[in-house]
Antibody, heavy 121, light 113 residues
Framework: EVQLVQSGAEVKKPGESLKISCKGS????????IGWVRQMPGKGLEWMGI????????RYSPSFQGQVTMSADKSINTAYLRWSSLKASDTAMYFC??????????????WGQGTMVTVSS | DIVMTQSPDSLAVSLGERATINCKSS????????????LAWYQQRPGQSPKLLIY???TRQSGVPDRFTGSGSGTDFTLTISSLQAEDVAVYYC?????????FGQGTKLEIK
């Protein structure tokens, strides 16, 4: 079964660092882009960026450039989203999603279950 | 960035009736080399992850019921649910994947009347 499994919910304080993960299985992890999507409480979906695990090529949305860092470890089929200094406004659900292979389509066809990040003093 | 604007923001439809959601992009989503519209539709049920329904504006993802139909080209697109079922209660999003950032519409909340 093709799936993405994300790490569990996190509760952090402002200024702390955090790295959440997204592990792929059931497909060739290195040949599909992985995207990250933010959903703030009660709000819509926001595209943060994508990373190609094969060579770690990364494209960030201008809205998130410099605010987060995307990375991937292809040896363990895992993508990461990292914050160096969290803010209360980072409180949100974060989804990872697999982008299509570019031949069939480029939409997000497989989604993780989401990781809830709560930042509060 | 390409701006995606959906209408309406919310919609209430009776069971068995048709639901129509519109999506407009700030620039054409047709790629000249293959004449395809780089537009997808997603469904997000309450408390769940989004699910891909439609890609290339009109191609149904495997397993998606045929009551879901995507149409449109260029800058104007439509998602139609031909006969609303109770399980279709969700928020629906369009997304362009023509160029990064792959922006989403603001979402349309679909409820039962």
């Amino acid at each position: 079964e093709v799936q993405l499994v994300q790490s569990g919910a996190e509760v952090k304080k402002p200024g702390e660092s955090l790295k959440i993960s997204c592990k792929g299985s059931g497909y060739r992890f290195t040949t599909y882009w992985i995207g990250w999507v933010r959903q703030m409480p009660g709000k819509g979906l926001e595209w943060m960026g994508i990373i190609y695990p094969g060579d770690s090529d990364t494209r960030y949305s201008p809205s998130f450039q410099g605010q987060v860092t995307m990375s991937a470890d292809k040896s363990i089929n895992t993508a990461y989203l990292r914050w160096s200094s969290l803010k209360a406004s980072d409180t949100a659900m974060y989804f990872c999603a697999r982008r299509g292979d570019g031949f069939n389509h480029d939409a997000f066809d497989i989604w993780g279950q989401g990781t809830m990040v709560t930042v509060s003093s | 960035d390409i701006v995606m604007t959906q209408s309406p923001d919310s919609l209430a439809v009776s069971l068995g009736e048709r639901a129509t959601i519109n999506c407009k992009s700030s620039q054409s989503l047709v790629y000249f080399s293959n004449n395809k519209n780089y537009l997808a539709w997603y469904q997000q049920r309450p408390g769940q992850s989004p699910k891909l329904l439609i890609y290339w504006a009109s191609t149904r993802q495997s397993g998606v019921p045929d009551r879901f139909t995507g149409s449109g080209s260029g800058t104007d697109f439509t998602l139609t649910i031909s006969s609303l079922q109770a399980e279709d209660v969700a928020v629906y999003y369009c997304q362009q994947y023509y160029t990064t950032p792959y922006t989403f519409g603001q979402g349309t909340k679909l409820e039962i009347k």
